[in-house]
Structure formats: C-alpha cells, structure tokens
C-alpha cells in the first residue's frame, strides 16, 4: 500500500516563507506531485519532481529526496491568496495517491 | 482553454437510489479518474479508466460502479445511494505517458438522505 504524511494545517503571515513537508511509503513510486485546492474549488497541479532536487516555478519550489522519500513545498513572498489546501500526492504508473492535505492560513 | 466538466455542481438524492454522475473532458486524455473527497481524508481514488471500456478500481471501489463508452466521457454510478456516499465527487484526466497531471472538474456535492 501507499501512505503519505502532512502536517494537517499551517500558519504564516503576508511576505514570509513557508515549507509543507512531505513523507510517503510507498511501491512503484514515479514522482511526488503537489495540487493546490482553494475553499469551494478544484485541485490544480502547481509541480511534479520525478528526480531528487529542487524545481522552482516562480514563487513556489518543490523539493524530493528519492532516498529519504521525502518531499517539501516551499512557498516565498505570501500573499492572502495562498491561503487553500495543499495536497502532496505519490504518482504511480497512471495514478495519484493523496496526502490528507495541509491547510495553509496566510494572515495580514 | 482545457476544460473538465461534471453534469452537476449539487445534487441531493434518497436513499436507495440510483444516481449517475457524469465527466466530461476535451482535452482527448486517455485516462480518467473518479475520487471522492471527505473532510480529514484527502482524496480518495474509486475507480480509473486508461480507455474506453477499460476500467480500474481504486482504493475505495465498493458501492460504486463506472462505465466509459466514449473516450472524453466517464460515468460515476451508485446502484443504490446510502447516506455513507454523501461526500463531494472529483473527476479528472491525465495523458497516459509523461508525469501524471490531473486536470480536475469542479465536482459534485452530493447529499443522499
């Protein structure tokens, strides 16, 4: 089986930087992925690591350690509107499993 | 514009029925997938399909069915609705090959009372 863990809700204000880690056990692992889901939403892809490093897009990175099967995403310069729900998810051949989730609250 | 979309945004349903929720894409993926997704849970795969006619289960199959007759339409069914399936339903498609990027419809809330 797979299983992923998050921390389940995260706190930052305006400006600042905040990491949402990632660890996952798991078979026939293909790459660590993050989704972003804002209140009322869907999910929307923001990165994909199938090797170990980091990839940056912008204000955002993702980081994995195919070793330590771990994996972060890190955001920069907050702004209210990342407040929303972050999932890390596992990609297998053709699917996905999902952490449970980490609620980001970015504050004034 | 990419787009994937779910027949609808709300439905409330009566126990014991049988209730079809329905996908479409135009992005001509090959896969797609049904998840549902409850408070505290993430989401949970039901079952996925790679082509038409060809299905999957997840990992939470049991009171669910799909079908898949064409390539950009992938159907959710409940032979008989119970209050336990009252949660919110995600479609989404990806291409076979490459890294696995879902394109999500905005789901349906579904209430069975």
């Known amino acids: 089986g797979q299983s992923l863990e998050q921390p389940s809700e995260v706190t930052a204000v305006e400006g600042a930087i905040v990491q949402i880690n990632c660890t996952y056990q798991t078979s026939g692992f293909y790459g660590l992925s993050w989704y972003q889901q804002h209140d009322g939403g869907a999910p929307t892809f923001l990165s994909y690591n199938a090797l170990d490093g980091l990839e940056e897009t912008g204000r955002f990175s993702s980081f994995l350690s195919r070793s330590d099967s771990y994996g972060y995403l890190l955001l920069q310069e907050l702004q209210m509107k990342d407040s929303a729900s972050y999932f890390c998810a596992v990609s297998g051949y053709s699917t996905l499993t999902f952490g449970k989730g980490t609620m980001l609250l970015v504050s004034p | 514009d990419v787009k994937v979309t779910q027949s609808s945004r709300y439905l409330v349903k009566r126990t014991g029925e049988k209730v079809f929720l329905e996908c479409v894409q135009d992005?001509?993926?090959?896969?797609m997938f049904w998840y549902r997704q409850d408070p505290g849970l993430g989401l949970r795969l039901i079952y996925f399909?790679?082509?038409?006619?060809?299905?999957e289960k997840g990992d939470i199959p049991e009171g669910y069915s799909v079908s898949r007759e064409k390539k950009e339409r992938f159907s959710l069914i409940l032979e008989s609705a119970s209050t336990n399936q009252t949660s919110m339903y995600l479609c989404?498609?990806?291409?076979?090959?490459?890294?696995?990027?879902?394109?999500f419809g905005p789901g349906t809330r579904l209430t069975v009372l």
């Open positions: 399909s790679y082509d038409v006619k060809m299905k």
């Open positions: 989404a498609s990806s291409l076979r090959q490459g890294r696995n990027e879902q394109f």
């Open positions: 992005m001509d993926h090959e896969n």
